[in-house]
């Protein structure tokens, strides 16, 4: 059973929104960080964002944290991304994950996160 399954991906055109959501089954993650990474076509993977216990404890990558929001619902082992003003650049498979990350310095690393989701893409067309 894949603990970790995404939902919401799709196309749309630049300037448009989506809105991804990630949920968590088999066993609780709200001890966790919780994030999402993307890769898009030709592109090494790429931290987007993460969200840890407190409202404090978010963090984004450059390139989306003027667009998007991660929220979290640990009463759900749910996890979201509000993705606004998508662009082509956007264009990418969204991987959800899930780790022990005890270190904010760690926060981008993909080897902090024990588990993935299989993916959804996003499409953004120009």
């Known amino acids: 059973q894949v603990p970790l399954v995404e939902s919401g991906g799709g196309s749309v055109q630049a300037g448009g929104s989506l809105r991804l959501s990630c949920a968590a089954s088999?066993?609780?993650?709200?001890?966790?960080?919780m994030g999402w990474f993307r890769q898009g076509p030709g592109k090494e993977r790429e931290f987007v964002a993460a969200?840890?216990?407190?409202?404090?404890?978010?963090y984004y990558g450059h390139s989306v944290e003027d667009r998007f929001t991660i929220s979290r619902d640990n009463a759900k082992n749910t996890v979201y991304l509000q993705m606004n003003s998508l662009t082509p650049e956007d264009t990418a498979v969204y991987y959800c994950?899930?780790?022990?990350?005890?270190?904010?310095?760690?926060?981008?690393?993909?080897?902090?996160?024990?588990?993935w989701g299989q993916g959804t893409q996003v499409t953004v067309s120009s």
């Open positions: 994950v899930a780790g022990p990350v005890e270190l904010v310095e760690y926060i981008a690393s993909p080897s902090q996160y024990t588990y």
């Open positions: 088999g066993r609780t993650f709200s001890n966790y960080v």
């Open positions: 969200k840890g216990w407190t409202a404090a404890d978010t």
